[in-house]
């Protein structure tokens, strides 16, 4: 059965090292445990509201990605560098009200995160809420977020967004 795998040469992609780095360094490839962290911290400072903390840990030209069409849902789009981004953010602060957001698992390979994340919310135009399983998946390039896309039932986010 040994023989039908491939043989590894080096530490692996999972390898830590015992001296940590204060500073990811650009084109060094970082652990997936460091990766993880990093995608927690952008989480932590989603749920403080501190979106200085969130633009520190992204990378200038960073690609958000949220699925859907946005004339069913206005925070539905790409949006490209951070300052896109961090207007995604405070359009998302218009126009929903989570009731729960909540990251419950983390799944690390190389330069991806994937995130499994359960939201309940609360679109404020129509009073209309609505649950939403998300997948996160997330790149990380020298240390920075560099992409983010979001995989969630773009139905139920339309539904609960559509006026009457």
């Known amino acids: 059965m040994s023989s039908l795998l491939p043989k590894l040469s080096g530490p692996g992609p999972f390898a830590t090292s015992d001296t940590p780095r204060s500073r990811p360094r650009k ?10 962290r990093l995608v927690q911290s952008a989480y932590e400072a989603f749920g403080r509201g501190d979106m ?5 840990v ?3 030209d960073i690609e958000w990605v949220d699925p859907g069409d946005p004339d069913d849902d206005p925070n539905a789009g790409t949006f490209k560098g951070k300052e896109a981004v ?7 602060a218009s126009t929903l009200d989570y009731t729960t957001f909540e990251p419950r698992e983390f799944i690390a390979q190389n330069d991806k995160v994937v995130s499994l994340v359960y939201s309940e919310a609360t679109v404020r135009d129509t009073g209309r809420a609505f649950v939403n ?7 990380i390039r020298d240390g920075k977020l560099a992409r983010f ?11 609960a967004h559509r006026v009457d």
């Open 149 to 159: 896309q979001s995989y969630h039932d773009t139905a139920a986010a339309a539904a």
């Open 52 to 56: 200085k903390a969130l633009a520190e």
């Open 27 to 36: 084109g060094v490839p970082v652990s997936a445990e460091e990766n993880t």
């Open 58 to 60: 992204m990378a200038d």
């Open 86 to 92: 961090l207007g995604w953010f405070g359009g998302l």
């Open 133 to 139: 399983p998300e997948a996160h998946v997330w790149t």
